[in-house]
């Protein structure tokens, strides 16, 4: 919306009603420099978005002010606590290091509830670490590699320490002596995560 | 967006991310999308001037790390043992 930008702000011409003594009719007389934008239903609360609104917040009728649907709105969001998700995708490839000395470190736009690391399967390469899921909080994470050339698939667990959980950043790393397979961090390989968290 | 580490690894790798969201990452770069990401990614040479990286090229890839060897299984090596006929320990 913009403001009206008046040159005389406030001036008004009052031009008298003939024949009704003490009668004038009013019109604006501020010159404005940009009209601005009028305050009416179509600017305020259409019946499309009251429609809308009625929807979203599981009403029976809309609301016939902007207040109403404010309030409908917030009903509805208060609701939705607990039982919706926020929820950040992304991806990093492997560096090929580990060792605290080396921690992989993952930052989010909040802090996660759960977090899930999977290595996009690379057909050619021999060990690939399975999906691994981390809660929040936990002090170490427990990675699986799976050798698919042994049958059955040999796999490997290994429980990796994490660093750091203030905050919104996310740091692991294997001990040292290690291999980068037990650090989510093959080099070169591509990782893909999600992080979730209740709204 | 892509991130970028602007300091490089022992290997030579930077550690990286890419996500959706806009993050604040104190000594890390934003990768333009315009930039050309070299194969040898994250195993590049990078410049970078107020947050943003200005140019990325190639370099060397190590070889791949060894990968971890399974331990032996004593479960297995006691089956072989009994079906070669192996009965007793001298």
Not at chain 1, 25 to 34: H, I, V
Request: glycine share 6%; aromatic share 8%; net charge negative.
């Amino acid at each position: 919306m913009q403001d009206r930008v008046p040159t005389y702000p406030g001036r008004v011409r009052l031009t008298p009603v003939t024949g009704q003594e003490g009668v004038y009719d009013m019109e604006r007389a501020d010159e404005p420099t940009q009209a601005g934008t009028p305050i009416n239903k179509a600017t305020l609360l259409t019946d499309a978005a009251a429609a809308a609104v009625e929807a979203a917040a599981g009403e029976n009728s809309p609301p016939s002010l902007p207040s109403q649907a404010l309030a409908m709105l917030a009903a509805a969001i208060s609701e939705l606590n607990g039982k919706a998700v926020q929820m950040e995708t992304g991806e990093y490839t492997g560096t090929g290091t580990y060792g605290s000395a080396n921690p992989c470190t993952l930052t989010f736009s909040f802090q996660p509830s759960i977090v899930i690391i999977a290595q996009m399967v690379d057909t050619g390469a021999e060990t690939h670490n399975v999906p691994i899921i981390y809660k929040w909080g936990d002090a170490t994470m427990a990675v699986r590699c799976e050798r698919k050339t042994s049958s059955p698939p040999y796999t490997y667990d290994y429980n990796v320490n994490v660093a750091s959980t203030s905050g919104k950043t996310l740091e692991w790393y294997a001990a040292s002596g290690s291999f980068a397979y037990y650090q989510a961090n093959i080099s070169s390989k591509r990782y893909v995560y999600i992080a979730l968290a209740p709204v | 967006m892509r991130y970028i580490e602007i300091e490089a690894l022992p290997n030579g790798a930077h550690r990286n991310q890419e996500t959706e969201s806009v993050l604040s990452l104190e000594g890390w770069a934003v990768i333009p999308e315009e930039l050309e990401i070299p194969e040898s990614f994250p195993f590049v040479d990078i410049s970078a001037e107020s947050g943003m990286v200005t140019s990325m090229s190639a370099r060397e890839v190590p070889e791949p790390e060894p990968e971890p060897e399974p331990e032996g299984d004593i479960w297995d090596e006691l089956a072989e043992a009994i079906r070669s006929g192996v009965n007793g320990i001298d």
